[in-house]
């Protein structure tokens, strides 16, 4: 950091600066954790640490409410919609007399506006892709803003029964568009980062505090309580924690897991694991070349050795001794209770698969191996690995495993988790270069194409199975592993890997290339009005992403939050929503 604030909150109690801060008693202190956030536009961010600052100062046509003592999605700045019978057309109303945070008038066409330059090819946003359920996509999208009538009219290539989901989600939260760069350096600045939500910025620190006071001109500010909120941007839980239990900060969802013990003793009811509909995986990029020294492996069979990296960890293990947070161990991507539209629990549901079923199961051959870990130990015997010792004897060292780089984030458990990922390669002999980033130098390195290997969690944006599949489409900024994408900044691939994203070795027999082995199928899922094809294609799709090795599901989220017992009416949702609309500090 440039700025140890993170350090100096451990302090605060001999500078005295932080408590002065919590004195105020109507202003809410926060910790999100993953530092300053990459992005404050909210076409341009997808982390999820992000778009809970983003919420603050910026709202949609739809968005999280407290509906009848439950919070659920409900309208924002619209007063509600209709969908046509074909389910091809929405009209948003939307309320009267809104304004902009600096008091001008909002106008339907700003959402117009704001739409289309989300969604064009020139912003490059990494969500953008999620407009093309609209038509005209990228171009010019099928919107018609009626200003006399404050109506919205949206035409959709195919019915999107998770659209009022999206209308909720910050890349469709309008901004000024005629005021916003494209590098989203606007929402970096008080004066210009002008918008809808409950709060207004009033000071930007890079990795210091993002602050926010009480927007007068948010729709419903009368019922807004808190005179503001500061965001404080720092990854080091130690220090985030001092200033938790110093009483400088209100909430934090940044926790080391070695701490709940002693925080459920010390502090009774205050730390919560929330649900929350996510995956946290290990991602492997395509382009790196896992063959043995002295060796060529093909793209598939390189498939094959990731998928045994992955299979090496005992999920059982890691979410009882190191997580600690209720979690549960993956067998898939999709998180449980995620749905196809069909079922509302695909893990549960009949036909998709399972993975690492054996993950804590002693193997017969040697009950100091797991199942799992036996049969990754065969597949990389399979593929030509050297290795000295035997499985009976519980010495197996594979000797000529190419090192792997990798990256991670200092945020809640990462660093536990990566520790116990690399320990357990390492008993096997297959070394793993640790390099510790802060959030938003990762995301630029992940988005580059420059990371080997890294950590890497995805919450619900919606519920949905599609929400799951597009982050590995061609198209997709967030598809990190660089599957159906160029090699971008990445210099160390072989003339065997120079190509893997790119060319033919991908789906069920290994020929294909990643558009037409999963983004066709994706296309289908997203377009198709016959549920029993979208079960179908869901199945499928995610066997070809599994098969590749290059996304290693660890498990199933929970969201651990340490709150005050004073802050009351805070939302917190499965998506990893945490809103700060409504809340009282008593």
Same mark, same amino acid.
């Given at each position: 950091?440039?700025?140890?604030?993170?350090?100096?909150?451990?302090?605060?109690?001999? #500078?005295?600066?932080?408590?002065?801060?919590?004195?105020?008693?109507?202003?809410?202190?926060?910790?999100?954790?993953?530092?300053?956030?990459?992005?404050?536009?909210?076409?341009?961010?997808?982390?999820?640490?992000?778009?809970?600052?983003?919420?603050?100062?910026?709202?949609?046509?739809?968005?999280?409410?407290?509906?009848?003592?439950?919070?659920?999605?409900?309208?924002?700045?619209?007063?509600?919609?209709?969908?046509?019978?074909?389910?091809?057309?929405?009209?948003?109303?939307?309320?009267?007399?809104?304004?902009?945070?600096?008091?001008?008038?909002?106008?339907?066409?700003?959402?117009?506006?704001?739409?289309? *330059?989300?969604?064009?090819?020139?912003?490059?946003?990494?969500?953008?892709?999620?407009?093309?359920?609209?038509?005209?996509?990228?171009?010019?999208?099928?919107?018609?803003?009626?200003?006399?009538?404050?109506?919205?009219?949206?035409?959709?290539?195919?019915?999107?029964?998770?659209?009022?989901?999206?209308?909720?989600?910050?890349?469709?939260?309008?901004?000024?568009?005629?005021?916003?760069?494209?590098?989203?350096?606007?929402?970096?600045?008080?004066?210009?980062?002008?918008?809808?939500?409950?709060?207004?910025?009033?000071?930007?620190?890079?990795?210091?505090?993002?602050?926010?006071?009480?927007?007068?001109?948010?729709?419903?500010?009368?019922?807004?309580?808190?005179?503001?909120?500061?965001?404080?941007?720092?990854?080091?839980?130690?220090?985030?924690?001092?200033?938790?239990?110093?009483?400088?900060?209100?909430?934090?969802?940044?926790?080391?897991?070695?701490?709940?013990? *002693?925080?459920?003793?010390?502090?009774?009811?205050?730390?919560?694991?929330?649900?929350?509909?996510?995956?946290?995986?290990?991602?492997?990029?395509?382009?790196?070349?896992?063959?043995?020294?002295?060796?060529?492996?093909?793209?598939?069979?390189?498939?094959?050795? *990731?998928?045994?990296?992955?299979?090496?960890?005992?999920?059982?293990?890691?979410?009882?001794?190191?997580?600690?947070?209720?979690?549960?161990?993956? $067998?898939?991507?999709?998180?449980?209770?995620?749905?196809?539209?069909?079922?509302?629990?695909? *893990?549960?549901?009949?036909?998709?698969?399972?993975?690492?079923?054996?993950?804590?199961?002693?193997?017969?051959?040697?009950?100091?191996?797991?199942?799992?870990?036996?049969?990754?130990?065969?597949?990389?015997?399979?593929?030509?690995?050297?290795?000295?010792?035997?499985?009976?004897?519980?010495?197996?060292?594979?000797?000529?495993?190419?090192?792997?780089?990798?990256?991670?984030?200092?945020?809640?458990?990462?660093?536990?988790?990566?520790?116990?990922?690399?320990?357990?390669?390492?008993?096997?002999?297959?070394?793993?270069?640790?390099?510790?980033?802060?959030?938003?130098?990762?995301?630029?390195?992940?988005?580059?194409?420059?990371?080997?290997?890294?950590? !890497?969690?995805?919450?619900?944006?919606?519920?949905?199975?599609?929400?799951?599949?597009?982050?590995?489409?061609?198209?997709?900024?967030?598809?990190?592993?660089?599957?159906?994408?160029?090699?971008?900044?990445?210099?160390?691939?072989?003339?065997?890997?120079?190509?893997?994203?790119?060319?033919?070795?991908?789906?069920?027999?290994?020929?294909?290339?990643?558009?037409?082995?999963?983004?066709?199928?994706?296309?289908? #899922?997203?377009?198709?009005?016959?549920?029993?094809?979208?079960?179908?294609?869901?199945?499928?799709?995610?066997?070809?992403?599994?098969?590749?090795?290059?996304?290693?599901? !660890?498990?199933?989220? $929970?969201?651990?939050?340490?709150?005050?017992?004073?802050?009351?009416?805070?939302?917190?949702?499965?998506?990893?929503?945490?809103?700060?609309?409504?809340?009282?500090?008593?």
């Amino acid at each position: 950091m440039k700025k140890l604030f993170a350090l100096a909150l451990a302090l605060c109690l001999v #500078i005295g600066l932080v408590p002065v801060q919590a004195a105020q008693s109507n202003v809410a202190n926060v910790f999100f954790g993953g530092g300053t956030p990459k992005s404050g536009d909210p076409a341009l961010n997808s982390a999820s640490s992000g778009s809970n600052v983003i919420k603050l100062s910026h709202a949609g046509l739809y968005g999280f409410q407290w509906v009848d003592g439950k919070a659920a999605i409900a309208p924002e700045l619209a007063t509600g919609h209709t969908v046509s019978e074909d389910g091809l057309t929405y009209v948003f109303t939307l309320r009267e007399g809104l304004k902009w945070s600096d008091g001008s008038d909002f106008m339907v066409q700003d959402i117009v506006d704001s739409w289309n *330059r989300a969604a064009s090819e020139a912003l490059g946003a990494d969500y953008g892709f999620l407009y093309n359920i609209i038509e005209g996509y990228p171009d010019k999208l099928n919107l018609v803003a009626d200003e006399a009538a404050r109506t919205l009219t949206v035409k959709l290539v195919a019915p999107a029964p998770y659209f009022i989901d999206l209308a909720a989600f910050p890349p469709f939260y309008p901004v000024k568009a005629a005021a916003a760069d494209a590098e989203g350096v606007w929402a970096t600045n008080p004066e210009t980062n002008i918008g809808m939500g409950p709060f207004r910025m009033t000071a930007y620190q890079v990795d210091d505090v993002i602050s926010f006071v009480k927007n007068e001109h948010y729709w419903n500010a009368e019922n807004v309580k808190l005179d503001g909120v500061n965001c404080y941007l720092a990854e080091d839980n130690a220090a985030i924690l001092a200033a938790y239990e110093s009483g400088a900060a209100h909430f934090t969802n940044s926790i080391d897991p070695v701490e709940f013990d *002693r925080l459920n003793a010390t502090y009774p009811g205050e730390l919560t694991f929330e649900d929350m509909m996510g995956t946290w995986y290990v991602l492997f990029n395509v382009y790196k070349d896992m063959s043995p020294a002295g060796k060529s492996l093909s793209v598939q069979e390189q498939s094959k050795a *990731r998928f045994a990296l992955g299979q090496m960890i005992n999920r059982e293990e890691l979410v009882k001794y190191v997580t600690k947070g209720g979690q549960a161990p993956a $067998t898939g991507f999709y998180p449980k209770g995620l749905s196809d539209g069909t079922n509302p629990d695909v *893990r549960s549901a009949e036909g998709y698969g399972a993975w690492y079923v054996d993950t804590n199961v002693p193997s017969e051959e040697n009950p100091a191996y797991t199942k799992d870990q036996v049969a990754a130990i065969k597949t990389l015997m399979e593929l030509g690995y050297a290795y000295e010792g035997t499985i009976e004897a519980g010495d197996i060292k594979f000797t000529d495993f190419p090192a792997v780089e990798f990256a991670f984030n200092n945020s809640g458990a990462n660093a536990a988790i990566i520790q116990y990922v690399q320990e357990t390669w390492n008993r096997v002999g297959i070394q793993a270069v640790i390099n510790q980033e802060a959030w938003s130098t990762l995301q630029t390195k992940l988005k580059d194409g420059d990371a080997e290997a890294a950590r !890497m969690g995805w919450v619900a944006d919606f519920n949905d199975t599609l929400n799951f599949l597009e982050i590995f489409i061609s198209a997709s900024g967030n598809n990190y592993p660089r599957l159906g994408r160029s090699i971008g900044s990445y210099t160390r691939a072989s003339e065997v890997s120079k190509d893997a994203g790119m060319g033919a070795y991908w789906g069920p027999e290994g020929d294909k290339t990643w558009a037409d082995a999963y983004d066709a199928l994706v296309t289908e #899922i997203k377009t198709t009005a016959d549920p029993a094809v979208r079960v179908k294609d869901s199945i499928l799709a995610e066997n070809i992403l599994m098969a590749t090795g290059s996304v290693a599901p !660890m498990y199933f989220y $929970t969201n651990p939050c340490l709150k005050k017992p004073n802050v009351e009416g805070l939302i917190i949702m499965p998506t990893g929503d945490v809103i700060w609309n409504y809340v009282t500090l008593k």
